[in-house]
Each structure stands twice: as C-alpha cells, then as structure tokens.
C-alpha cells in the first residue's frame, strides 16, 4: 500500500503562522499587564480607602470623648491649668517623633489641660496638624469635689469618697487661681471615708511647677476631680501627628503602658501608614447660646492658635466641634500621572468674619507625589461633654 507524501509548511505559511502567533501572544500580554495594572491600582486604592476609615474612626472615637472628665469641672480650676504629673509631666524634654522638633515649639513644658487642641503645622513633617486629646471616663464620675478639710502630701479630706477606689486617678484643682498648677495623683489605698490616701505610686505627685500637694490638700477652696483608674487605662491624654514617612501616630501623655502596664516604651504608636496630611478647624458656638454652632476657627490665627486656647478657658467652652481632614496615598507608583496639581480641602468652610478656611495641599513634582493616588477625608466630630455646659 502506497503512502501519500505529506506536505511540510511553505516558508510563506511559516511566516503567517509566526504572526498570528506574536499576534495572539502580544494580545493575551497585553490583556495580562491591563489586568495586572488594575488589579495593583484597585489593591493601592482599596489600601488608601481602609487606611482613611481607620484614621478617620480612631480619631473620631478619641475625639467624642474629649473632655470626659473635666468639662464637669470647667469652673473649679481645671480648663487651662498646668498639668503635673510626676516626673512626666511638666516634660522636660521634647516628645516622641513626630512630636519632637515643632510641638509647642520643641518646648512642651507648659503643656495645659484641655478637651481639644490644635496646634498648626507642629506635626515634624512640617505641614500637619498636631491633635491634643484630653478626657477620662465618664463611668469614673467627674464632677468634682470640695477638699472638705485640712489634708497634708499624702490625704485629701472630702466630704465624701464614695466611688473612688485604689489606683483611681484624681486631679486637683485650685479654682481661686487660674492657669495655676493642677496634680495628678494616684490613689495609693482603698479610700476611708473621708480620707483619700496618695502615694507611693506611679502618679504620686507631690509637688507641681509652683505649688506642693501639701499646699492644694490643706485648703478646702480646692478641688479634687476623678478622671478614671490607672490599672484600666481609661483616661485619655494624648497626642496625634504625622510622621515624615506618611505615617499617623498617637502619643499617650501618661504612658500608661510603660510606667503601668509594665510593656513598651516611651515612644509614639503608629496607627496607620499611608497619610499625608491631618489638618484641623475649631467649631465655635454662638456667644450666649450654647450649642448652637456659630463659624469655624482657624488654628493657626489668634485668639485660636493652641499657645492663646491654652491659657483660655473661655475660649475652650466656647468650642463645641471639631473639623477634620486627612489626606491618604496608596502605595502603588503609576508610570503615568494620575492626580491632580493640587489636592482641596475645607472647601465652604469660613470664620466668623466670613472669610474662607479652604485650603490647598500641593502634590509636589520632587520626589513626583503625582504618581500615586489619594483619597481626602473630611468629617466634623462634635464634643459632646463641652455641648453640655452652660454659658458660661
């Protein structure tokens, strides 16, 4: 039986063939890289999306609960006085990055005691915002109590203790002086009616930048205010900036996981990598009625700038809300550029006299910030324990 002789591909079939294939193979690349870019620009900005909404929720809880605690106690002494806490605080030394090289301009030492501040631009990447957070836990009571007799440095007499246990935290006030120094201390023993016994702890403060507690204790003008429990870690002082690497932190002005706990160090926790930007306006009621919301303030123009709030307690009842912006940026580099010139935030937002807030942030072209992709966040977080008080 005789084989057909089979037919080998012409040079010129060959040749189609090899294109059509090159064709086929440059067409599924193609769709390859597409699909890779995509699935790299969706990731990058999924990333930014989450890292926003976790910023945006862990200042926003801090921030609700800004001055629990000590808004009750805005007329026996405590808004604008300096805070003692031990050897922490007046701090000596600047803090932590990213609070070390503009916070109250590298000189923290007359840190005041506040539900909210902001100081303009103190973040160390030079162009954020530093938050000042400062409240306690409303289950710790609060409203502050008359010192009812003679104590000494380590016993405060009230008329009574009860709801106060050991290792609570109580602030003591002198209403009669304002600004003057106020102390942090730590009960040191279960309370017996009408005595608070104090040191021998971590929060023992015996004596403040002016004053003693012997002196504070023995007059019965003062004040003593319960904030929380140093064991449940519950009072909240704290700081919040960005890093120079795009990174948002918190700073717990007690630490309270160093000198309590028992783990940690002094330093700045990060909370979410990813910013750019944290940016903040005060929301002002209407003088004479309050908690009606009046205009918005800017941090960095007096009577607003955080060295004037400090000292000012009128000024810090005067503010019921909070306004804030982040920018965040995915971490994937496009080749092409993908944002605009200039990101905008505070858009419609004015001051008293009606002039406008809104401001700009610039995407630099060194390093090339434009190839990457950012989200702006913005949300205004009322204080809740300042809408409570009365005029003042």
């Avoid at 057909?4 to 690349?29: F, H, K, N, S, Y």
């Avoid at 990060?270 to 002002?284: F, P, S, T």
Wanted: glycine share 8%; hydrophobic share 40%.
């Amino acid at each position: 039986m005789m084989r057909t002789p089979q037919r080998g591909l012409t040079l010129i079939e060959l040749m189609v063939a090899l294109v059509i294939g090159l064709a086929v193979t440059l067409v599924v690349t193609t769709l390859l890289i597409a699909g890779e870019n995509h699935k790299r620009t969706t990731t990058s900005t999924n990333d930014a999306d989450q890292t926003g909404s976790y910023a945006f929720y862990a200042l926003d809880r801090a921030l609700r609960n800004a001055g629990s605690g000590i808004a009750e106690s805005a007329d026996v002494g405590v808004l604008g006085c300096k805070l003692n806490v031990n050897a922490l605080l007046p701090r000596a030394a600047a803090f932590p990055a990213p609070f070390a090289t503009k916070f109250l301009g590298a000189a923290p030492a007359d840190l005041r005691i506040a539900p909210v501040l902001i100081g303009s631009n103190q973040s160390d990447n030079n162009t954020s915002d530093v938050l000042v957070v400062m409240g306690g836990t409303g289950a710790g009571g609060g409203v502050p109590r008359a010192i009812n007799g003679p104590g000494d440095a380590n016993t405060l007499i009230l008329q009574t203790t009860v709801g106060i246990f050991k290792d609570d935290l109580v602030l003591v006030s002198q209403p009669t002086t304002p600004n003057a120094d106020c102390l942090l201390e730590q009960v040191n023993a279960a309370p017996a009616s009408p005595k608070l016994t104090l040191g021998g702890n971590v929060y023992y403060t015996q004596t403040g930048s002016a004053t003693t507690l012997a002196t504070l204790a023995g007059s019965v003008a003062n004040y003593v205010t319960p904030l929380g429990n140093a064991q449940a870690n519950n009072v909240q002082f704290q700081l919040f900036g960005v890093g120079t690497n795009n990174t948002l932190y918190s700073y717990d002005l007690l630490q309270n996981q160093l000198k309590v706990q028992g783990t940690g160090a002094d330093t700045s926790q990060a909370i979410a990598d990813g910013v750019v930007l944290l940016k903040a306006l005060y929301g002002v009621q209407v003088t004479g009625a309050p908690g009606i919301l009046s205009s918005w303030a800017d941090p960095a123009i007096a009577p607003y700038d955080i060295n004037t709030v400090m000292v000012t307690p009128a000024t810090m009842r005067s503010i019921i809300a909070v306004h804030v912006a982040l920018i965040v940026r995915g971490e994937y580099y496009d080749k092409n550029v993908v944002s605009p010139v200039q990101l905008n935030y505070f858009t419609g937002y004015a001051d008293a006299a009606g002039n406008s807030l809104a401001q700009t942030y610039a995407l630099t072209t060194t390093p090339d910030q434009r190839h990457y992709r950012y989200r702006v966040y913005e949300f205004t977080v009322p204080l809740r324990n300042m809408l409570i008080l009365p005029a003042t």
